[in-house]
Structure formats: C-alpha cells, structure tokens
C-alpha cells in the first residue's frame, strides 16, 4: 500500500482562501439527529445559546435538560440519562468540560462502555479571553482518558459529520465544537468515519500534519508555499484518538521532516500523538510541533494570537522552509 | 410494627460482611455493618422486581467505599455468591472495595465522592422521560455533603421537580480523618435538604419501623399500610418534590465491639477478631 493509499480519502476541499461559511452546522445537525434519533438527549449548562444548541431546545424541549452553571453535575446528569438508555450529548465551552468537570467526565461517561458525548466549544484559540477560556489543554487531558474518542474536526462538514459519527461512537467521545459561522472546505456531503485521515493536498516538497483548526491553519501555509514553488502535503487528522497511526507513519515515510499544526498545547495533542506515531517505527523524520507554547497565550482576536504565536499562515510557511533545508 | 423478617435479613446481610472481611483480614465493615438496615428494605421490601426477577427501581450508591454493603445485599438477594463474596479486596476479585459502573449491580461509578446524586439526578429524569414509573434511590453519606457536586444536583433535583427520587443521607458521623462534625460540619442536613426543595425527614437508620414508615413500597402506597400513630406519619410525599432521608447510623452497628470502636472507617483485624464479631451479631 502507497502512502498515498494510507492517509487513505481524499474529499473535494475547497481553496482554503475561499471557503464558504456555514451557519451554525453543528446546530443543524443537532436537530437534523433529534428528528431521527429519540434516544439523543442535550444537557446544557447555562450556555445553549453560545453553543449553538437553542435551536435543538426549541425543537426538543422534553429532551433538553438545562442544569445552570454547575458543569460537574452536568456531566453526572448525562451519566445518568446514559444509563438508562439515552444517549446524552453534554455540551459547554471545552474549558469548564475538561477542567472543572473533567473528573466527572471520566467517571460518569468514560468508565463504562455507553455512548456519550461531550460537545466541547471554544476550542483553542477561538475565543477573546485569555486562560479562563481557552482550551490549550483539552485535547491533551481527554487524550490519556482510557476508551475516549478524541475529535477535533476542522471545518463545518467535518463537524457535522463528526457529530453523527459521535452518537453511535459506542463510547465515550469528546468532540471540539465551533459555533457561528464556520468555514465549509471539504465540500459536503462527507460521511465522518472515526479514527480516518485526509489527504487534504498532496505534494512531494514537504509535509504538514494538522487537527481541527491547525489543518486549516496549514492548508494556509501550503497555499503560500506553493507560490513560491514548493509544494507541501497536508495530512488532516481529526481523530487523535484513536490514532490512525499507521497513516501518520506512511505520511511521515515521505519526508525527511513534518511540520504538525493544532489549535492547542504543543504538549499532549497532536504534535506529541504524531511523534508517538513516528518514534519507534525507524523513520529518519523530525517532528516539528507547532500549536501554542508551553505558556498562556495573550488575549485579542484570533489572527493577532496565530501572529503572536507563530500560527499565521507566513510563520508556518517559513517553518515548513527551514525544515526542507531551504528548499 | 417490628418487621422481623427484614430485621433477620439485615442481619444476615450483616454477618456476610462480616465474611467478607474475614477473608483478607479487612474492610470497610462499620459502613457495611451501619448499612444493613436500610439495604434490607430497599432489596427486599421497597423496590420493585420486574417478572423476570430485575430491578425496576434503580439504588444508586454514591459512597463507593460501602460497596460492601451492598455486595452483601446483592449476595442475599442471589445475584453474588457467598464464596465469591469472600474473596472482597482481594487481587483479581470482582468483589472490589470500590467497584467501577459494570459490576453486577453497579449501576455507576462511585469512589470518587460526591458524584453520585447527579448521576441519580439524570436517571430519575431519564425514567421520567421513558415514562417506567421507575424511582431511583441514592445513598450517600453525611461526610460526602461536602463535596460542592452534592448540592449542584440537590438544586437541579428540586429544579427538575424530580418526585421520583430518594436521596438516602448516611449520617454516620465518620469520615477518614476523623468525626465529620469535626472536621467540617455538615448539620444542619434535615434543614439543608429542605432548603434545596427536598422533603426531608430524619430517622433512626437502624429502627425497622421508622424505614418502614419513611421508605413506602412502591408497590404497597402507604395508604394501604395499617395505621400509625399520627404524629408518626410523614406526610405523603409531593408528586413532584424529590424527598431525602437522613439516616443516624451506627457506624459497626450489630457488633457492639465495633460500636464502640472509634476508628471504624477502616477494620484491619486478626482472623479471631471477625469470628468473634459473626459471633456477637447472634
């Protein structure tokens, strides 16, 4: 099997200069699950409206339960709602879920084999405040969770298929959400399958690894390196657990370095699954990690904290150059 | 009126506790020991079987750490073996100190204190919504209200108008470091509860009658129940109102060895020293 073969699909995806975007996707395909599926429950904690669930409350009020702000008993309510034969989607803002209720995730919802799931909101960088919001460490906490599906998906397609994916995962999942208005790239429909990768552009110059927004974030970078004559491929992996391991290996196969791109903590996610991946398999290939440093990042919208942080799309292009040697 | 038959079967629930200690030499017996009453009416009077022998009505143990307890009361009741039983605590057992979810008769994950009654919260809203008439009790303990989770599901169980849930309060007094009105009080709980829309009542946790009295069988409404004594009778619960029982409990109760023991949270005791208490439990 061709490498090529290994990072496996390659959907329709749109010039990441021009993509559409969508209007709260995840809030359609909510509502679009509630219709077909009478077991699929919502547990809110205070932020339907910012989380793009109001539209399924509405349409739904008996299966919509609204706890206040009180993110731990959240988690046990959708729990509960789990065991007796629901499947509950719990949803908040990716902070207050893997930080003040994460224990609660992993013992109401990951120690046994129900399926439940925690749509997670403000991933990364997406938000204004600085550390009481952004969620540099999510990925990373629900990564070392046991039986945790583990989704960062990176455009409104992904996300609504992942969503669909997630509530017949048959398990505990941990999805990362964006609300609003969200760029569409892969062109819809796209089934979701859990744990696949993407071949999102393909070149033999040098590679680009990314998840959730950082796949975006280096579709960005590729685009500008191909103007000035290198071409770089860009391999999307939106799960990070489980790990598609063998795809990332073959991807990595092909260069004699990859650049790994995420909205989120160089420490835990996907820089250290690709180096995991890599490491032991004998490859002569460096993992470059690029996501945001080991410190808490400066608040401002999101394309002064990509600058900031060395996440615009020059920043990374310039990365990609120096590990190709120049080139 | 004395329920003898449920009084001799918390006693022999008492005495597999005790057995299962006896087994590794240890355990957490005062709080399967204070437990028994209670067990025995839930088991065995208050919550309903469906024909094929399951449990309709859901317990949901929040103190993990009384997991034997209620491994004692699942062996009484056939689902465990006694000689399985005896091998609690041990490597490779199922019969763990602190079970996860997916233990026979487990319905969650509980060692880690405080979680429980949201996870009950969200039964009781899920059999809600199936429309079972099932009611889901949770035990907890006096020492556990401390944790903040406990009142986050208190305020929604009331918010949720959640009159198919029991919140069972084991107020025994102990916790790990010592006497929970010392370490960090809990009293007033009765006022507490009610406060956050429960309707509460305290009773003695090891009088027959007042668990009778105070945990109606679903099956039997207290109506049908022979008249007691007004002052007695606690009103008829709410519809909608989730109720919560504080149960004063003897931490070892039956072994009056052990009643006596100040530092009951944990038993480490020489083989003679189990045999000696299934003996004084009679």
């Not at chain 1, 290994?6 to 969508?22: G, I």
């Not at chain 2, 916790?175 to 956050?196: K, L, N």
């Amino acid at each position: 099997m061709t490498a090529q073969e290994t990072a496996a699909l390659r959907p329709e995806v749109r010039d990441v200069t021009a993509a559409a975007l969508v209007s709260a996707p995840f809030a359609t395909a909510m509502v679009e699950i509630g219709h077909e599926r009478a077991d699929v429950v919502v547990v809110s904690a205070d932020l339907s409206k910012y989380t793009d669930v109001a539209p399924f409350a509405r349409a739904f009020p008996d299966r919509f339960f609204q706890v206040g702000m009180a993110e731990q008993n959240m988690m046990g309510i959708a729990g509960g709602l789990a065991k007796t034969g629901f499947t509950p989607v719990a949803v908040t803002y990716a902070v207050f879920a893997t930080r003040r209720a994460g224990e609660q995730v992993q013992m109401a919802l990951a120690t046994g084999s129900r399926t439940a799931v925690v749509a997670a909101f403000l991933p990364g960088l997406t938000t204004p405040f600085r550390a009481t919001h952004q969620a540099t460490d999510d990925l990373a906490i629900m990564r070392a969770v046991p039986g945790m599906t583990v989704i960062d998906p990176m455009d409104a397609t992904e996300l609504a298929g992942a969503i669909r994916a997630a509530v017949s995962a048959g398990g505990p999942v941990y999805l990362r959400a964006q609300r609003g208005d969200v760029p569409e790239l892969i062109v819809p429909p796209a089934d979701f399958e859990i744990g696949r990768c993407i071949l999102l552009r393909d070149g033999g110059d040098a590679g680009l690894i990314g998840t959730g927004l950082g796949s975006q974030w280096a579709l960005e970078a590729a685009e500008l390196l191909a103007g000035r004559g290198t071409q770089a491929a860009v391999l999307h992996v939106p799960t990070l657990k489980p790990l598609d391991a063998e795809a990332i290996a073959g991807f990595a196969a092909r260069f004699p370095a990859v650049t790994t791109v995420e909205n989120h903590s160089v420490i835990g996610a996907l820089g250290s699954a690709v180096c995991e991946a890599v490491a032991g398999t004998g490859l002569p290939c460096r993992v470059i990690r690029r996501g945001v440093p080991d410190r808490w990042a400066p608040a401002g919208p999101l394309d002064y904290l990509r600058r900031s942080l060395g996440l615009d799309a020059g920043s990374l292009a310039e990365t990609v150059t120096e590990s190709t040697g120049g080139r | 009126m004395a329920d003898p038959d449920l009084a001799e079967v918390a006693t022999r629930i008492r005495r597999r506790v005790l057995d299962m200690c006896a087994g590794r030499g240890q355990g957490y017996a005062g709080q399967g020991l204070a437990l028994a009453d209670v067990l025995a009416h839930l088991y065995f009077r208050v919550m309903r079987r469906r024909p094929d022998g399951s449990y309709l009505d859901r317990f949901v143990l929040s103190t993990g750490h009384s997991a034997i307890g209620l491994f004692a009361t699942l062996g009484e009741a056939g689902l465990y073996q006694q000689e399985e039983l005896h091998t609690y605590g041990q490597a490779g057992s199922r019969i763990e100190e602190s079970p996860l979810e997916g233990t026979p008769g487990f319905e969650i994950t509980a060692g880690s204190l405080g979680q429980g009654l949201s996870q009950a919260v969200g039964m009781a809203l899920g059999e809600r919504l199936r429309g079972s008439g099932a009611r889901v009790y949770c035990l907890l303990s006096d020492g556990e209200l401390q944790e903040g989770q406990v009142w986050e599901a208190a305020m929604s169980a009331s918010h949720h108008r959640l009159g198919n849930l029991t919140a069972l309060i084991d107020n025994n007094n102990m916790q790990a470091d010592g006497v929970t009105a010392e370490i960090m009080s809990v009293e007033p709980v009765v006022e507490r509860f009610t406060a956050f829309g429960f309707e509460t009542q305290r009773i003695d946790g090891h009088d027959h009658d007042a668990l009778r009295r105070a945990l109606p069988s679903a099956a039997l409404p207290s109506a049908a129940l022979p008249p007691e004594p007004a002052q007695d009778r606690p009103p008829e619960p709410a519809q909608d109102r989730p109720r919560a029982i504080v149960l004063q409990t003897v931490p070892g109760r039956g072994v009056p060895e052990f009643e006596r023991h100040h530092k009951v949270h944990y038993l480490r005791l020489e083989q003679s020293a189990w045999a000696e208490a299934i003996a004084a439990l009679g």
